[in-house]
């Protein structure tokens, strides 16, 4: 896979700082995994699916759900948004509304939901 995602150098340093002390055994490569992570969320993918370049997929599930408990991610965000630009309204959100999804939802024979159509 040629178009993978890596953090820079330079990212690396900005990030560095949100870091938890590593206690014990070493963390394995940062940069790695959290390109990993964010290869993954970018891209919408099952953690099983992430590319071997990477690392093991549980690795990076685990880095994810120990910082996420954390809060580690959230304080990133926060401290990003907060250097970035002033606007008005600030939204991280890869999501798109369907078609008709502004409508109520039927349930259809064997539970599946489906949008009321206007005609």
């Known amino acids: ?21 590593s206690h014990g055994k070493p963390r394995v490569d ?3 995994v959290l390109s ?20 093991p997929p549980k690795t990076l599930y685990n880095r ?14 926060i401290e990003l948004a907060r250097e970035g630009e002033q606007t008005d309204v600030l939204m991280i959100d890869a999501t798109h509304p ?5 409508l109520p939802l039927q349930t259809a024979r064997g539970g599946r939901r489906i949008a009321q159509r206007r005609v």
């Open 1 to 21: 896979m040629s178009d993978l995602f890596w953090l820079s150098d330079a990212q690396m340093a900005r990030l560095k700082p949100f870091f938890p002390k």
């Open 30 to 32: 940062d940069k790695r």
């Open 36 to 55: 990993g992570i964010i290869f993954i969320n970018r891209n919408g993918l099952r953690w099983r699916d992430a590319p071997p370049e990477y690392g």
């Open 64 to 77: 994810w759900v120990r910082w996420s408990r954390k809060g580690i991610f959230a304080r990133i965000l």
């Open 98 to 102: 369907l078609p008709g999804s502004g």
